[in-house]
């Protein structure tokens, strides 16, 4: 960990620092900074940062790398702070770089079917945008109201579309990034496929993502959304199988159990079922007779293998209310216990019955909550360990649980992370899924381009 600067290099550099970006594009209030000691990993406390920069263009970017390059001056790329693995976190005080400003949706090219977007737009606002002109854009984090584009990037976001339609990688075409000692890339796929793909899921840590070419696809004309009720979670998690071997690919298939059902319906009141194990929400598109055709087809396979009921969303808003149960579950789960380690593992599809049933022995072996929800088309399940940090017990427990869950993953061929990254929280967890000579090379590559290590040190590799 690095040392925290002291009282007079930390005066400097914000000194320095305000006359590259403006010295109100630069926080230094204890209490502002504080808010960047965090982000949505619940159970991740790091420290504020020495100064928070918010600069405005790839031109201040640059020249704050630059500074921070030439002083060895450890930087955090920040997007929104809605990452799942402390990715933006500080550890020692470093800098951190705001890039929420960077924000104007450059263009939307309809005949070419690309929007360019600065890496602050937001992953919503984006989709919003391009859909009066019959355009989609598919990843869809259940967080997009509020994740950044850059963040998605860095992360390589995926969410409940991924089954049908791709994470983030698939969608990015080209990417303005900026490198540590300043120099400014613009990297093309057609171009430079391979060096494009190593920054998208980096991180933060290789380059600072500062505008984003995506590609987007002609909306679904059709949609249909179901809610399938099981009374047991097995028959549930078994169908997600059945479904796909049936050669119906759904735009998605969201898993949720009880606790998910519970938190959810009592904090939003959208009518869900409060009697049974699971509910699997699937959403099939198309073209009208498809989408009906597959919608038909699910519904059959659903209560062939175990579902009480299915119901199809009749208007739009009843979708909606679907997806706004799905959408709602971390923010619900503060009712069953304040503090929470979210996993986010990935386990090949025939697996997912014999995962869910891990997951719930392992709660009850260490005696604490856990939630089991997530993308379950594609296997990325999302078991939330849920406990109160100010029971040290319950926590020492909890973090065990958590170990277990990852073991068992790992066990049935799965991997750490589907979707949230590595960052902090699943460092430790890299020779699971890595081996030596891979993480030797993954080293080489970092030390390329950020010789000192000052690129958001401590997440993901360090
Ligand atoms: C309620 C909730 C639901 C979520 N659901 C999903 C989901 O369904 N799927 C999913 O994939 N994720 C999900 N997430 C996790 C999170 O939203 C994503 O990881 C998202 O991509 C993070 O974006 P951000 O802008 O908040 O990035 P931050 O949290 O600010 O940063 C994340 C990482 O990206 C780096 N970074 C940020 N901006 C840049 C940039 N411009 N250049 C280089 N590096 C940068 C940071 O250094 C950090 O390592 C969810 C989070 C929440 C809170």
């Not at 854009?137 to 089954?163: F, I, M, Q, T």
């Not at 298939?253 to 939003?268: F, G, K, Q, S």
């Not at 869910?356 to 999302?382: C, M, Q, S, T, W």
């Amino acid at each position: 960990m690095t040392a925290a600067p002291s009282p007079s290099a930390t005066a400097a550099a914000r000194r320095d620092l305000g006359r590259l970006v403006g010295s109100e594009r630069v926080i230094t209030e204890p209490a502002a900074l504080f808010g960047y000691s965090y982000d949505s990993t619940t159970v991740l406390r790091g420290t504020p940062p020495l100064a928070v920069v918010q600069p405005a263009e790839t031109r201040q970017v640059a020249a704050v790398l630059r500074y921070a390059n030439t002083h060895d001056l450890p930087v955090i790329p920040r997007g929104s702070g809605t990452g799942l693995s402390g990715g933006c976190v500080p550890l020692a005080h470093e800098l951190v770089l705001d890039l929420s400003r960077i924000n104007r949706l450059r263009a939307v090219e309809t005949t070419r079917r690309r929007a360019i977007a600065e890496p602050g737009v937001l992953t919503g606002d984006l989709l919003t945008a391009v859909t009066p002109a019959g355009l989609f854009y598919p990843p869809d984090p259940s967080s997009l109201k509020v994740s950044s584009l850059g963040g998605n990037v860095a992360e390589n976001a995926g969410g409940p579309r991924g089954l049908k339609y791709g994470v983030t990688q698939d969608y990015v075409q080209a990417l303005e990034v900026v490198l540590l000692d300043g120099e400014v890339l613009s990297l093309r796929r057609e171009e430079d496929g391979d060096v494009l793909a190593l920054f998208i899921g980096s991180e933060g840590t290789l380059g600072v993502v500062t505008l984003v070419e995506v590609r987007l696809i002609p909306t679904p004309p059709a949609r249909r959304a179901l809610l399938a009720v099981f009374p047991e979670l097995a028959a549930a998690t078994r169908t997600v199988s059945i479904i796909l071997r049936e050669g119906i690919t759904p735009a998605l298939i969201e898993l949720m159990d009880d606790i998910a059902i519970h938190c959810v319906e009592a904090y939003r009141g959208l009518g869900l079922p409060l009697d049974v194990e699971a509910i699997l929400l699937i959403e099939t598109d198309g073209d009208e007779r498809a989408a009906d055709r597959d919608a038909a087809r699910v519904r059959d396979l659903c209560m062939a293998a175990g579902a009480r009921e299915v119901r199809l969303a009749a208007t739009a808003d009843e979708a909606e209310a679907l997806w706004t149960a799905r959408r709602s579950i971390t923010g619900a789960l503060g009712r069953v216990r304040p503090d929470k380690i979210g996993e986010d593992i990935c386990v090949p599809r025939p697996a997912i019955p014999t995962m869910a049933r891990r997951v719930k022995e392992i709660g009850r072996e260490y005696d604490v909550p856990v939630v089991l929800f997530g993308h379950a088309g594609d296997g990325n399940l999302h078991p939330n360990v849920l406990f109160s940090s100010l029971d040290a017990d319950e926590r020492q427990r909890g973090e065990a649980a958590a170990d277990a869950i990852i073991a068992a993953a790992t066990e049935l061929g799965g991997v750490i992370s589907g979707e949230h990254g590595v960052g902090i929280m699943k460092r430790k967890f890299m020779p699971l899924n890595v081996d030596p000579a891979t993480m030797a090379l993954m080293h080489t590559f970092k030390r390329a381009v950020d010789p000192k290590g000052l690129l958001n040190p401590g997440k993901l590799l360090a």
